[in-house]
Every structure is written in structure tokens, then in C-alpha cells.
């Protein structure tokens, strides 16, 4: 099975644009979570992805945001992009929930200058 | 908020050499993950223990599980040069999707 792939690898954006992030699970995989990842805060809980419902979410602000696709490809939003949201943002994907393994795709870089 | 708390913060062994990491958390938990992560990339999974588990094992890997003083640790036997890489815990303490990940143990093993 191939892994779960994300796009783009890297992205760079000045303050106040807004970014799309794609994230594509490995086949069979109906949750998607995301999260975000900088050397201060570590790695953080964005939201999470079933069936194209949010089913949790994260103490972020409301720039963030997401969907999911009914083939479960994820997308997640950043708004009015500050220099804070610098960060390696990691989708990860498993079958439905409840324990199982989380598999991460690679990351998108994103640096807001 | 961290859940996990990871010790030590940095680790540095010869090849050959044992690691032993150590992840402690606050809550009730239905599992605990352990992850690798090379220099920003993306997070591999490593071993998977339920909270009805008190040691699980995986090639050179080694995990267990103390439920009562709410730590895990994780041995990785015969260390090689290959295994440099941040090692993080994450508690899945919901049954849902979100894992609650440490800042990470970075493990440096020299030649």
C-alpha cells in the first residue's frame, strides 16, 4: 500500500496570506488528523477527520481549518498567516479510530515570513 | 498541553550500546505510541502497547507499560548509527483520533 502522501512539501508565505495543506491516507483510511509542529510547542493536536465530519479539534484558533473529501483526502486551512504559524504541520491517517495506529505522511514545511 | 513527558531530553551512545527512553503521563490511557523522527520529517511508527499490556517487544525493540506509576519506557538493544533519531510517546487517552505526544528524547548514536 502506498503511505500517506502530503502536498507541498514545502511552502513559504508572508504574513497575512492564507495556505492550503493536502493530505491524501493510505488506502482504507477514514480518519485523518492533523497536527502542527515547532520546536517550542512541540507536536500539537489540530483536528481530526471522519467520514467528512470533524470529530475533534484542538485548541487552535479559528484560522485553522479543514475538510475532507468523501474519497478521505483531507485538506486543512491557514488564514491570515502570522510568522508563529512557521511549523512542520504532519497529517496522520488510520483505518476508523478507537486505538488503532496512526501512520504519518512526511509534513509540509511552511515558513510565513 | 504535553502529556507525555519524555527522559532524557538528549541521549548520545556508541553503536553496539543500549538506549533506554523513558515517557511519563498524567491520565488514564487506552494505549501509548512510540514514534521516531528523523531531522523534521515525518513520524514513524515504532510499537503500539495497550493499557491492558505490561511489555511488548519488536525486533530490538523493547516497551513496557507501568499503568499504576503511569510510565512507559522503550529499549533499543544493539544500537546502531541508523537509530539517531527523536523518539517521542503519545497517549491515546480517548479511543479517538488524538494523540498527545512529549517533546521527544533526541537520540544521537556515534559510529
Known amino acids: 500500500k502506498a503511505g500517506v502522501t502530503q502536498t507541498p512539501r514545502y511552502l513559504i508565505k508572508t504574513r497575512g496570506q492564507q495556505v492550503t495543506l493536502s493530505c491524501s491516507p493510505i488506502s482504507g483510511h477514514r480518519s485523518v488528523s492533523w497536527y502542527q509542529q515547532t520546536p517550542g510547542q512541540g507536536l500539537q493536536f489540530l483536528f481530526e477527520?471522519?467520514?467528512?465530519?470533524?470529530?475533534n479539534k484542538g485548541n487552535f484558533p479559528g484560522r485553522f481549518s479543514g475538510r475532507q473529501f468523501s474519497n478521505s483526502r483531507s485538506e486543512m486551512n491557514v488564514s491570515t498567516l502570522e510568522l508563529g504559524d512557521s511549523a512542520l504541520y504532519l497529517c496522520?491517517?488510520?483505518?476508523?479510530?478507537?486505538?488503532?495506529?496512526?501512520?504519518f505522511g512526511p509534513g509540509t514545511r511552511l515558513t510565513v515570513l | 498541553s504535553q502529556q507525555g513527558e519524555e527522559d532524557p531530553q538528549a541521549l548520545s551512545i556508541q553503536e553496539g550500546e543500549n538506549a533506554t527512553m523513558n515517557c511519563s503521563y498524567k491520565t488514564s490511557i487506552n494505549n501509548l505510541q512510540w514514534y521516531r523522527q528523523n531531522s523534521g520529517r515525518g513520524l514513524v511508527h515504532l510499537i503500539l502497547i495497550r493499557s491492558n499490556e505490561r511489555e511488548k517487544h519488536s525486533g530490538r525493540l523493547r516497551v513496557t507499560l507501568d499503568t499504576s506509576k503511569k510510565s512507559s519506557s522503550l529499549l533499543i538493544t544493539a544500537s546502531r548509527a541508523a537509530d539517531t533519531a527523536s523518539y517521542f510517546c503519545?497517549?491515546?487517552?480517548?479511543?479517538?483520533?488524538?494523540?498527545?505526544f512529549g517533546k521527544g528524547t533526541m537520540l544521537l548514536v556515534s559510529p
Open positions: 496522520a491517517t488510520r483505518t476508523s479510530g478507537g486505538g488503532d495506529t496512526q501512520y
Open positions: 503519545a497517549t491515546d487517552d480517548s479511543g479517538y483520533s488524538t494523540l498527545t
Open positions: 477527520y471522519f467520514s467528512e465530519t470533524q470529530r
